[in-house]
């Protein structure tokens, strides 16, 4: 499998309420010292996976749509000359739909981005207030024409399962998406994470999430309406056209090598973790002094990377194959998943399963996937079916 590239930048428009990741906002950057550190991070990277071959490059984190093309085009530049690209490498960037930042797009394109996700999150004026979002449905509906004409590849996420949603609000909204022809939807059920103010307004009791009842039923109305497009899931929460999935995320959900450069950038590679400062001004300073930005670097040990891999290839709707994961990671089978709650959850028709026909060393053995049922209760799923002794 090639290893991704993830660049992150940690510079925003302005901090957002609802989010608990502590965006650095910034009106004036000293882009000579970014671009240094950035590239010598990446070298740093390069040199510890000589030899491989770039599969997709991502640029994400605050507002990446904000980084000057002249940089970015560098960026990509020098990594094509530490790794080998491959011929149709994936360069996605993520985009808020402001016109400030759709304004750059076609410099952007030119500077070798080909594929842009954009951050739409909702399709009416008076959920994007309550999302926190600057943007305005008309501005997204345009920044989407102009990113349309401008990169081979889009998508553009929503979240769903809002407070007060019906189903039907919800079958018009998608349908609206659905029309705009786009190649991959992300579409997330909003969540309530700790130490976001939404988190303080459903202690307070002024807002009410949706029960699991409600947001399984439009979690149901999302995945069929999406495969009656020609987009179906292929992950839990992403929706493509075939050959049009993400491929810098089925690096990650296959368990793939990934590094990561940039404030605050995660990373996985040769068996490793690895974290990045997170805030600008550290990682500048451990650029300057160590050669790269480098917070934490910690081995994985086989069970801890074997439950990882589980966990996140059951998202994939090609699922896992447990026989093929158990000699990667050097375990027998029934360490990697329960083997009781495998059956039960295989008869109660949330997994499904195609037998190995073979046990030997060139087989890769059977597919375990989850089904639809399945998907629309994962996490408690994974929960179970990954074995205690992995968990531990």
């Not at 093309?69 to 080998?84: C, F, T």
């Not at 949706?210 to 149901?220: G, H, R, T, V």
């Not at 400062?277 to 081995?299: I, W």
Request: hydrophobic share 40%; charged share 25%; aromatic share 8%.
């Amino acid at each position: 499998m090639s290893l991704a590239l993830y660049i992150h930048w940690p510079f925003c428009l302005r901090k957002c309420p609802y989010c608990d990741f502590n965006s650095h906002v910034r009106s004036h950057l000293d882009e000579a010292a970014w671009e240094q550190a950035l590239l010598t991070d990446m070298a740093f990277e390069a040199g510890l996976t000589e030899g491989r071959e770039i599969g997709s490059i991502f640029f994400g984190g605050g507002t990446p749509s904000l980084m000057p093309p002249a940089l970015v085009e560098k960026l990509i530049d020098r990594a094509g000359s530490y790794w080998k690209l491959t011929q149709d490498v994936e360069i996605t960037l993520e985009a808020n739909p402001s016109s400030v930042e759709a304004g750059k797009f076609s410099d952007l394109a030119r500077a070798g981005v080909n594929r842009v996700s954009l951050g739409l999150q909702a399709l009416n004026d008076q959920t994007l207030g309550f999302l926190g979002r600057m943007h305005s449905v008309a501005e997204s509906l345009a920044a989407l024409d102009l990113a349309q004409s401008a990169f081979r590849r889009v998508s553009f996420d929503l979240i769903y399962a809002r407070p007060g949603q019906s189903p039907d609000s919800w079958r018009e909204e998608l349908a609206q998406a659905l029309a705009f022809g786009t190649g991959h939807l992300s579409l997330y059920q909003l969540t309530i994470e700790p130490g976001t103010q939404f988190a303080t307004l459903v202690r307070q009791g002024k807002l009410v999430p949706q029960d699991d009842d409600e947001a399984a039923e439009l979690f149901a109305i999302t995945r069929d309406m999406t495969a009656s497009a020609g987009l179906p899931a292929y992950e839990v929460s992403n929706h493509a056209r075939p050959g049009e999935e993400s491929r810098h995320n089925l690096t990650y959900w296959r368990y793939g090598d990934y590094v990561g450069i940039g404030p605050g950038a995660h990373g996985r590679r040769n068996g490793a973790a690895t974290v990045r400062h997170k805030k600008p001004e550290n990682y500048l300073d451990a650029v300057a002094s160590r050669g790269q930005g480098l917070c934490e670097e910690r081995g994985l040990g086989n069970r801890e990377q074997a439950a990882e891999a589980v966990m996140m290839g059951l998202r994939l709707a090609e699922g896992i194959r447990p026989r093929a994961l158990a000699r990667r990671f050097e375990l027998a089978e029934d360490q990697l998943i329960d083997r009781a709650k495998r059956r039960f959850y295989r008869e109660m028709g949330y997994l499904e399963e195609t037998p190995a026909t073979e046990d030997n060393v060139d087989d890769p053995g059977g597919v375990l996937r989850v089904t639809g049922p399945g998907m629309a209760v994962l996490d408690g799923l994974l929960g179970e079916l990954v074995a205690a002794d992995l968990l531990a």
